[in-house]
């Protein structure tokens, strides 16, 4: 079990350009978590998927961030355009929420920096 | 809706001392507990939680929690800790029912002191 991959472990960009998260979640977890973690604010939940399908995105911030997932091995987050304030790290978990109380799994994390 | 709390944001501690972190939590339905723990560079690991039964959950490397209902809290304790526990905990409360959303804590970062 290779664990929760994402990619790229670091990503410095300058303000207004694209940026691009990815995320391959434990196989057989079919849930999936994207959160971002900051000092000020800690650890927030940004969006969730079942089932490939996106169930609670009310915490995406704004209309810049977006989230896909086309398949079970497979999840993007996009923030277009970029802003400093978007500076953080972004963590993927995945769970089988199958299994009672199973808990999440989560990547190393993607730290951003936009400058 | 459901809530965590850990008062502590930072607790150092010398080597060898027991060491106590606070959670508490608020919920109108039953909840499942957890603790995880996060080094540095590193994404959140499972510590150890309690769905049911006994109270007091144990993890591996010798941590404990006890899920005390009447207080609502999931402290987490280690009688003796080591260098390597240094890092940021997280206590988190989930849903038994829907989805499960997982609520996170702020964290607490113990610093053992050598």
């Known amino acids: 079990d290779a664990g929760v991959i994402q990619s790229p472990r670091h990503e410095v960009t300058e303000m207004g350009q694209e940026v691009t998260l990815r995320c391959k979640p434990i196989?057989?977890?079919?849930?999936l978590f994207w959160y971002r973690q900051t000092m000020m604010r800690g650890l927030e939940l940004l969006i969730y998927f079942n089932n490939n399908v996106p169930i609670d995105d009310s915490g995406m911030p704004e209309d810049r961030f977006s989230a896909k997932m086309p398949n079970a091995s497979f999840s993007t987050l996009k923030i277009q355009p970029s802003e400093p304030r978007d500076s953080a790290v972004y963590f993927c978990a995945s769970r089988n929420p199958g299994q009672g109380g199973s808990p999440l799994h989560f990547g190393n994390g993607t730290r951003l920096t936009v400058t | 809706a459901q809530s965590v709390t850990q008062l502590d944001s930072q607790v150092p501690v010398f080597e060898e001392a027991p060491v106590e972190l606070r959670c508490n939590y608020s919920?109108?339905?039953?909840?499942?507990l957890f603790w995880y723990v996060q080094y540095p560079n590193q994404g959140l690991q499972l510590l150890l939680k309690?769905?049911?039964?006994?109270?007091l959950v144990e993890s591996i490397n010798g941590f404990e929690a006890e899920f005390n209902k009447s207080q609502t809290s999931f402290h987490l304790r280690k009688p003796s800790v080591h260098i390597s526990d240094t890092a940021e905990y997280f206590c988190a409360v989930s849903f038994t029912g829907g989805y499960q959303k997982v609520t996170f804590g702020t964290g607490t970062k113990l610093q053992v002191i050598p």
């Open positions: 919920s109108s339905v039953s909840v499942y």
């Open positions: 196989s057989g977890h079919n849930s």
């Open positions: 309690y769905l049911s039964g006994s109270t």
